[in-house]
């Protein structure tokens, strides 16, 4: 069974570092992108960041560049989101995705095709 497994969300303070992983367990999808997609209270789930299934090619949204990285271990087939510098706006629920995309197509239509659970990320300001 193909299954995305996110952990390590949590309450922070604002200017604080965090780092997300998810853990992609099923080959269907050991040779997939993987990336991060969040939404905010009230708002639509929104790309984040994907990298390519080697990790040779990664695409990160204008919103985060420069505080949020993304890094793969292809031998555990894990996907980590590195969170810097934590905003207020951060909040979110943070979502894995798996997709067979080019990380650069990924805020484009259509959606991923695999999902996590998601992960909760509280920013105190």
């Known amino acids: 069974q193909v299954r995305l497994a996110e952990s390590g969300g949590g309450l922070v303070q604002a200017g604080d570092s965090l780092r997300l992983s998810c853990a992609a367990s099923?080959?269907?999808?050991?040779?997939?992108?993987l990336g991060w997609f969040r939404q905010p209270p009230g708002q639509e789930r929104k790309f984040v960041a994907a990298?390519?299934?080697?990790?040779?090619?990664?695409y990160i949204s204008d919103s985060v560049k420069g505080r949020f990285t993304i890094s793969r271990d292809s031998a555990k087939n894990t996907v980590y989101l590195q969170m810097s510098r934590l905003k207020s706006e951060d909040t979110a629920v943070y979502y894995c995705?798996?997709?067979?995309?080019?990380?650069?197509?990924?805020?484009?239509?259509?959606?991923?095709?695999?999902w996590g659970q998601g992960t909760q990320v509280i920013v105190s300001s």
């Open positions: 995705a798996a997709d067979f995309r080019n990380p650069v197509d990924w805020p484009s239509l259509p959606p991923p095709l695999l």
């Open positions: 099923g080959s269907a999808f050991s040779r997939s992108a």
């Open positions: 990298i390519s299934w080697n990790g040779g090619n990664t």
